[in-house]
């Protein structure tokens, strides 16, 4: 793993030497990634996630746009 620290700014960097696993700080935000799992401006993308305790959206979707659609206090789809 490498190491790079600037002191004109809060950063933190550590990354594998074949650059496939990074975890990198600035200061405000912190970047994952590894192999099958990313973590970048506050967005997780998995290849597959187990998840535990709270998950809070008023928007969005779950299985694309064609599939569950989250709306404020209701999760609906018409596929069905």
């Known amino acids: 793993m490498g190491y790079s620290f600037d002191t004109s700014v809060p950063n933190i960097c550590f990354m594998s030497n ?9 200061g405000e935000n912190i970047w994952i990634q590894t ?3 990313t973590l970048s401006q506050g967005i997780i993308y998995a290849k597959n ?3 535990s305790g709270s998950i809070a959206a008023d928007s969005g ?6 599939g569950w659609t989250i709306t404020s206090k209701k ?6």
């Open 18 to 26: 074949d650059l496939q696993n990074i975890f990198d700080w600035d």
């Open 49 to 51: 996630a187990i998840l």
């Open 61 to 66: 979707y779950i299985g694309g746009s064609s």
């Open 75 to 80: 999760i609906t789809t018409s596929g069905m």
């Open 35 to 37: 192999s099958n799992f």
